[in-house]
């Protein structure tokens, strides 16, 4: 029972670190690419993308695919198909995050053959950052809308499993649906004011869980078996 605790208030520290982790590393990247001089703006500034590239796709992958594999030993007895299907979409939303900051990456070297190029070339490297920008956001969403199907699935174990209070299985729900319809609405067209509504509900839950695991983790007695 005590590696239960130790466990959930693991989880719940990797989830702090995942959720910072891609959120500073994502801004890092934003401040940089969303001028208008897209290519100049990445050449001069190289470093600083290497670092938020580091942060989404080194430590946000590390911590984001240890949270399924902590969970899975705690949730798989009770709800086996809802543990695995957590795990296998968590696991799938990491790898096309990770796709997505590698296309964040690869605007380093265009960056540095648009500065070679001359002025008749310059255009069809800037169509290229444009695409390789656009692929990175498309990743992001598409990768959004299977962590928040992942979501969907872990929150209905905890409900079930009642390991954590019902109030806050219902926002999670309500959190993830709200993301995997934000994602899907982002997917098919970007609207500012979509894209951040639709993070809010489900970030904040992140962030409580997190605290709640921490503090209070899983307590024995609300382990038990139960049929799905």
């Known amino acids: 029972m005590n590696n239960y605790r130790k466990t ?13 982790s891609y959120g500073i590393g994502s801004s ?28 989404m796709a080194l430590v946000h992958t590390f911590t984001n695919i240890a ?8 949730l798989k007895p009770n709800h086996k198909y809802l543990a695995f299907g957590y795990f296998s979409f968590a696991i799938m939303a990491t790898l096309i995050l990770v796709v997505g900051t590698l296309f964040s990456l690869l605007l380093i070297p265009l960056s540095e053959e648009y500065i070679k190029a001359d002025s008749n070339m310059t255009s069809n490297f800037e169509t290229m950052g444009i695409l390789l920008k656009k692929a990175s956001s498309f990743a992001y969403h598409m990768g959004m809308a299977l962590w928040s199907i992942g979501g969907l699935l872990f929150v209905s174990a905890l409900y079930q499993s009642k390991l954590i209070p019902k109030i806050m299985s219902v926002w999670g729900i309500i959190g993830y649906v709200v993301l995997l319809s934000g994602s899907m609405l982002e997917i098919y067209e970007h609207r500012d004011i979509v894209e951040i509504v639709s993070v809010i509900p489900g970030g904040l839950f992140e962030i409580t869980l997190s605290v709640w695991f921490i503090v209070k983790s899983i307590r024995p007695k609300k382990i038990v078996k139960l049929s799905f």
């Open 28 to 55: 890092l990247i934003a401040s940089i690419i969303t001028v208008p001089d897209l290519l100049a703006s990445v050449y001069f500034n190289q470093m600083q993308i290497i670092v938020g590239v580091s942060l």
């Open 8 to 20: 959930s208030r693991i989880f719940g520290v990797f989830f702090i670190l995942s959720f910072l």
């Open 67 to 74: 949270l399924p594999i902590l969970m899975l030993p705690i």
